[in-house]
């Protein structure tokens, strides 16, 4: 029998095992939170499935979880339950649930008016405070990470009057339509469970492996690919790091055959300060950031180089009027320029990201050293305060051997263990975040949840 993604053996643990765990987990899930479960049954009444967004579906729990308030890396529930959070909205509360000077910008501008479509005197200084920080000289303000991503890829075929767009297999960018491509078997195809979908997304888009230099620069000769859009590791198929000199070749790949290049940091801002474009002086034609950037407000920005503000304005000229198709009208509001002057000068801090990063650190390091004494074949990856625990013995060259080493019913059981102990980590794979609210102790209890988990699969 050919095994399923679910089905997959894990080696050391037996799949009974597993098995076991996942149904005492749930027991003792729907035991501990009736109030989830009242709250849950309510609102299928009128959500879609339950639900008002489908990512609440996708945590291992058997019903919704319902949080009731959260704060710095502490999440309680609606039955009194505190977490640990490390999955802090997956991403968007990266830098803690309402931080003090984000709180304050919110309350200072929310007697102020919250959106008017006119600048304010935030603008300046937050151009210049993006600017210093990442390093680009221009900058546009968008709602989310898919809007940022989708509205540079429409700038990119504009100014090159290109029309591909080259992805990563196994990547994510929000749901941005060009994106939603892998390769399988070798060969481009739409993603599993895509919908609605009536073009052929391959006419727009090609999908090449990431760490595949050779693939990169066969898809960029035949000289119709505008831009590349990448994560510079990837961060949503598990985790794939960049080898040695992969970001340096592709830079210089995508100069040659005057394709642009399109960091997108909206998970890799974890690095360190500045993202991993500053620590790993990447020098990008398009930078776009969503998620955190203003501390948990719906916002993200876009930034780019001194030529390609030039080659925008021209291409502008020669649209003439008209409307770009770029844009939305809660974009740049008042509220979201409050409160990322006050996120990014107060928040996003160097001193913020050492302690961040020295967590990092820590749990990686505490969670090797609980798989090394239990002897299963996992290994940990980090990129700055982004860390992830990965069931298998090495690390992934690319999105196929990242998805080949996932093993869905598995994290089912490890989040909900984690989950009934008081820790959340992300539903997405094994991924886990430190902020600066994260505390050593709530490292070390996550350490410590995760050796008791493998204790109890391994004893089985
Ligand atoms: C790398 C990356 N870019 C963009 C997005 C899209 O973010 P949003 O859903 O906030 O638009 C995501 C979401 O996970 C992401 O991981």
């Avoid at 974009?331 to 990201?353: D, G, K, W």
């Amino acid at each position: 029998m050919q095994q399923t993604e679910a089905t997959r053996s894990v080696p050391g643990i037996a799949s009974s095992a597993i098995d076991a765990m996942l149904k005492r987990e749930r027991d003792r899930f729907l035991q501990a939170n009736p109030t989830s479960a009242k709250l849950a049954e309510q609102a299928k009444a009128h959500w879609h499935n339950g639900v008002p967004m489908h990512w609440m579906l996708d945590w291992s729990t058997p019903f919704p979880l319902y949080a009731k308030e959260a704060r710095g890396a502490t999440l309680t529930d609606v039955d009194g339950h505190a977490y640990d959070d490390f999955c802090l909205g997956d991403t968007g509360s990266m830098f803690g649930h309402s931080p003090e000077p984000v709180v304050r910008a919110i309350r200072e501008q929310s007697t102020r008016g919250l959106t008017y479509m006119l600048s304010t005197e935030d603008v300046p200084v937050v151009g210049q405070l993006l600017s210093d920080m990442f390093g680009l000289p221009f900058w546009q303000v968008a709602t989310t990470a898919t809007d940022a991503n989708r509205f540079v890829i429409r700038w990119c075929r504009a100014v090159t009057k290109r029309p591909k767009v080259l992805i990563m297999s196994g990547c994510y960018h929000g749901a941005v339509d060009d994106t939603f491509l892998r390769l399988d078997n070798g060969k481009p195809a739409n993603r599993a469970g895509l919908m609605g979908q009536i073009y052929d997304l391959t006419q727009g888009t090609v999908v090449v492996e990431f760490n595949d230099l050779e693939a990169l620069e066969r898809a960029l000769k035949a000289g119709d690919v505008a831009c590349i859009l990448t994560e510079p590791a990837l961060t949503n198929i598990g985790m794939v790091l960049p080898e040695p000199g992969y970001l340096d070749g592709m830079a210089a790949l995508a100069k040659q055959y005057g394709t642009l290049l399109i960091i997108d940091e909206t998970h890799t801002i974890s690095t360190g300060y500045g993202g991993y474009t500053r620590m790993h002086n990447l020098k990008p034609d398009f930078f776009t950031l969503g998620k955190p950037v203003a501390g948990g407000i719906p916002c993200s920005v876009f930034g780019f180089t001194a030529e390609m503000a030039e080659r925008m304005r021209r291409a502008e000229a020669e649209a003439g009027p008209g409307y770009s198709g770029i844009g939305t009208t809660l974009s740049a509001n008042a509220l979201q320029l409050h409160c990322m002057r006050a996120n990014l000068s107060e928040v996003m801090t160097p001193a913020n990201y050492r302690h961040m990063l020295d967590l990092s650190e820590r749990l990686a390091r505490g969670v090797e050293a609980e798989i090394r004494k239990r002897n299963v074949p996992w290994h940990v990856s980090n990129v700055g305060a982004r860390a992830e625990f990965v069931c298998a013995p090495t690390r992934p060259k690319n999105g196929a051997e990242a998805k080949a080493a996932m093993r869905p019913q598995l994290e089912l059981a490890v989040h909900l263990y984690l989950l009934n102990r008081g820790v959340l980590i992300a539903p997405f794979h094994n991924m886990t975040l430190l902020s600066p609210a994260t505390t050593a102790a709530q490292v070390d209890h996550l350490v410590a949840t995760v050796g008791g988990c493998l204790d109890e699969l391994k004893a089985a």
